[in-house]
């Protein structure tokens, strides 16, 4: 604990800490992509399969669900611990917002970073809520999982969520942020580290901006797809 609490009192400190948690949990949200690629498939079995493996790893998936809340709470309490000071030593804020070009990358989202970045800790509170918590075996969501027995049908609770349009329009909202924020963080985060070469700055910043916009786009077409019931339309389409 108290080498934590040193590196919280310093501004390098503070960085590095927002900057590797923030790392992490960028890889999280990667892996929580990847297995909610099959929430694109209609069928709901395997994305049900994939949840329920996940479950049937118990202390294991517990253990990774404390670092992953440690994880949040170091990057938002890094961010505005980091807020604080630089309001601190400039209580005037800017009446012109200007990009000083070049490394420094200044745009929307690098300034509303606090902003994006708070309404996703709220998002991520009510999202864990509504489907983690949300009605399971008891209530009925059940499916059958092969080997696993019967298992909670969380493929059905996610489709009957997105079939309502202000989840739909809230989860598209969300996302945009999310893209809005990754792109800065990954950047910003490169250069915690020291990893800004100026010979590789530019690929670099393409990567960043890649890895947000798959990521923004991965997400918020999950919505859209179930709302629309695009793999049906689109199967119609080809048939
Ligand atoms: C369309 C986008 C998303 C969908 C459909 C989705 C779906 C889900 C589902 C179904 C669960 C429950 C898993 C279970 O109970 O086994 C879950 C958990 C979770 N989601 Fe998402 N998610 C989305 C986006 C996000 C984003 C962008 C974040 C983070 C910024 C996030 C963070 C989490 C976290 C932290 C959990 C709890 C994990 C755990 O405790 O095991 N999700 N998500």
């Known amino acids: 604990m108290i080498p934590l609490r040193k590196a919280l009192s310093?501004?390098?400190?503070?960085?590095?800490?927002?900057?590797?948690?923030?790392?992490?949990?960028?890889?999280?949200?990667?892996?929580?992509?990847?297995?909610?690629?099959?929430?694109?498939?209609?069928?709901?079995?395997?994305?049900?399969?994939?949840?329920?493996?996940?479950?049937?790893?118990?202390?294991?998936?517990?253990?990774?669900?404390?670092?992953?809340?440690?994880?949040?709470?170091?990057?938002?309490?890094?961010?505005?611990?980091?807020?604080?000071?630089?309001?601190?030593?400039?209580?005037?804020?800017?009446?012109?917002?200007?990009?000083?070009?070049?490394?420094?990358?200044?745009?929307?989202?690098?300034?509303?970073?606090?902003?994006?970045?708070?309404?996703?800790?709220?998002?991520?509170?009510?999202?864990?809520?509504?489907?983690k918590y949300g009605p399971g075996i008891t209530e009925g969501y059940t499916a059958a999982g092969g080997a696993h027995g019967e298992i909670r049908d969380l493929h059905r609770l996610v489709v009957e969520s997105f079939h309502n349009p202000l989840i739909v329009s809230a989860y598209v909202f969300v996302m945009l942020l999310l893209g809005g924020h990754l792109w800065h963080a990954f950047w910003s985060g490169l250069q915690s580290f020291g990893l800004t070469n100026p010979r590789y700055t530019k690929g670099l910043y393409c990567l960043g901006s890649m890895f947000a916009v798959v990521l923004s786009v991965g997400f918020l077409m999950i919505p859209i797809w179930i709302f629309f019931d695009l793999s049906t339309v689109l199967l119609g389409a080809i048939k």
């Open 10 to 131: 310093s501004s390098v400190g503070k960085k590095f800490i927002m900057a590797f948690s923030g790392l992490c949990l960028g890889g999280f949200i990667v892996v929580h992509l990847l297995g909610n690629l099959a929430l694109y498939r209609a069928d709901g079995a395997a994305f049900n399969l994939y949840a329920a493996t996940l479950e049937s790893f118990g202390k294991f998936i517990i253990a990774a669900e404390l670092g992953l809340i440690a994880l949040f709470l170091l990057h938002a309490i890094s961010a505005m611990l980091l807020k604080l000071n630089h309001w601190g030593a400039r209580p005037e804020r800017y009446s012109v917002v200007k990009s000083k070009g070049g490394e420094s990358k200044s745009t929307l989202a690098s300034r509303n970073m606090i902003i994006s970045g708070g309404v996703i800790f709220a998002f991520v509170i009510l999202h864990v809520w509504s489907f």
